[in-house]
């Protein structure tokens, strides 16, 4: 009998030479880990194997593994927030965890159990818990990691498999607040399609995207928003969910955002924006999963019935819109509250609350025990 994945069995080596901590000005998106790192080996025969906690290090991997020839890579981005009782936080983890099984799933990687890797990650935090900042806006991002680590050129299901954990403190995405970006709708270049990948959370999925960003830039463009088929129905925009606010002639007010048609990733953070307005919002705004286009956001900005736009994804949390080109044109989009919309402020506030502790909310926060 093959065995099951055990948090129970972990194995804690502490490093000797701890590294010297960045004050929080000096924090740089996934530059910088933390002293230790958590790995779990999987083979066929045998399942699961010993988790261990040590020090960061390199992995050891012989070239002709398959996760570099074949794509057998799949991760997952999470945040852990330290709260003003210094218990140390993760948002709705467990939402990540089950994506992760999905992405497993999809590309022939083992499964595992969902609360027993919650619990090494726990256990990884609380080993790491110094490099967790203190603020507003700060924490310990938190990449979990798959790959198939077979050594072997045939194309087939791996028989070796390596999850691993590394920890990176950052600051807020924004240095100083919001910034709203201008984007380029893209058509010429597709980051998903039916029957394909977009909705697991695969590495390969995000390297084919980096050359549409660039061309976009060149057009001074930060982001590509992606459009899909003749009609150009929206997607994503860049690597984060969209969401877009609108007004109808009666007054009333719609939120709207792709629906999970097997192309759009299953965000945490979609997800809880979703749930949040529902539940917050007034009786005048409906909140939609649905097919829209790019047109349908041509002609309500030019009637004016454009409120405003923002990405939604785990690193920003919520980015404002503030112009899309589209057909040798800039889109306006509203930003009323200065860098951004107001409901996009007030979504970024009430995740933020929840994040932090401040707020407790169904069981999306996770104290690391």
């Not at 390596?162 to 995405?173: E, K």
């Not at 695969?202 to 980096?210: D, R, V």
């Amino acid at each position: 009998m093959v065995a099951a994945l055990d948090a129970s069995k972990v194995q804690i080596t502490k490093t000797t030479t701890p590294k010297e901590k960045l004050p929080n000005d000096q924090l740089v998106f996934g530059k910088t880990f933390t002293d230790h790192m958590l790995e779990i080996e999987w083979t066929a025969e045998a399942g699961w194997g010993t988790p261990k906690i040590s020090p960061y290090h390199n992995l050891s991997l012989d070239p002709s593994t398959c996760v570099f020839h074949y794509a057998f890579e799949l991760f997952e981005g999470m945040k852990a927030y330290r709260d003003k009782d210094n218990n140390i936080r993760t948002f709705r983890p467990i939402k990540n965890m089950e994506r992760m099984n999905k992405s497993a799933e999809r590309i022939a990687l083992p499964t595992f159990d969902e609360e027993e890797l919650l619990k090494l990650i726990d256990q990884l935090i609380l080993t790491d818990e110094s490099f967790v900042p203190q603020g507003a806006g700060y924490s310990l991002y938190l990449r979990p990691t798959m790959i198939g680590t077979t050594a072997s050129l045939g194309v087939g299901t791996p028989d070796k498999a390596l999850i691993y954990v590394i920890a990176s403190p950052v600051g807020p995405y924004y240095g100083t607040g919001f910034k709203p970006v201008a984007l380029e709708a893209t058509d010429y270049a597709v980051r998903a399609w039916p029957g394909g990948v977009g909705n697991r959370k695969l590495g390969a999925n995000y390297a084919p995207c980096i050359l549409p960003q660039l061309e976009a830039a060149k057009r001074g463009y930060q982001q590509n928003l992606w459009l899909f088929g003749e009609e150009g129905y929206i997607t994503e925009v860049g690597t984060m969910n969209v969401f877009f606010a609108f007004k109808n002639a009666d007054g009333t007010k719609e939120l709207v955002t792709a629906p999970l048609d097997g192309t759009i990733l299953e965000g945490v953070t979609r997800d809880s924006i979703i749930q949040l307005c529902q539940e917050k919002l007034s009786s005048e705004w409906t909140v939609n999963e649905r097919k829209f286009t790019m047109a349908e956001v041509k002609e309500r900005a030019d009637k004016g019935e454009l409120i405003e736009a923002f990405g939604a994804g785990t690193a920003a949390v919520v980015s404002p819109i503030k112009i899309i080109g589209w057909k040798g044109e800039d889109i306006e989009v509203p930003l009323a509250a200065g860098d951004s919309g107001e409901l996009t402020k007030s979504v970024a506030e009430w995740i933020r609350a929840i994040q932090y502790g401040e707020v407790e909310y169904k069981d999306w926060s996770r104290v690391a025990k």
